[in-house]
């Protein structure tokens, strides 16, 4: 059973930048596979990033790649997503998901809303 929390979100300006952190609850936490998806009002949940349990694997969305990084620290059982030269497209509920090894993304956060003005 793995427990999910976000934060750091909120209202930022079109080219501004938040860094949103997710604090896992697992003994084996470095064993999870780890992701970030977004839901924006009146779409579907999609997939933003995700990382491998050694942070030497990390994949990104075309529409984020270049602008937001995700990282790691299995010492600290924390999850990142730095998103940089934020859109208001960006907007959304950012969840924080963890994925067992050969499986999907079982565990998922309650979501922080990230807003970008115009």
């Known amino acids: 059973q793995v427990q999910l929390v976000e934060s750091g979100g909120g209202l930022v300006q079109a080219g501004g930048s938040l860094r949103l952190s997710c604090a896992a609850s697992?003994?084996?936490?470095?064993?999870?596979?780890m992701g970030w998806f977004r839901q924006a009002p009146g779409k579907e949940r999609e997939f933003v990033s995700g990382?491998?349990?050694?942070?030497?694997?990390?994949y990104y969305a075309d529409s984020v790649k270049g602008r937001f990084t995700m990282s790691r620290d299995n010492a600290k059982n924390m999850v990142y997503l730095q998103m940089n030269s934020l859109k208001p497209e960006d907007t959304a509920v950012y969840y924080c998901?963890?994925?067992?090894?050969?499986?999907?993304?079982?565990?998922w956060g309650q979501g922080t809303q990230v807003t970008v003005s115009s």
């Open positions: 990382i491998g349990w050694s942070s030497t694997s990390t």
């Open positions: 998901a963890a994925a067992s090894t050969g499986g999907g993304y079982k565990y």
């Open positions: 697992a003994r084996t936490f470095s064993t999870y596979g």
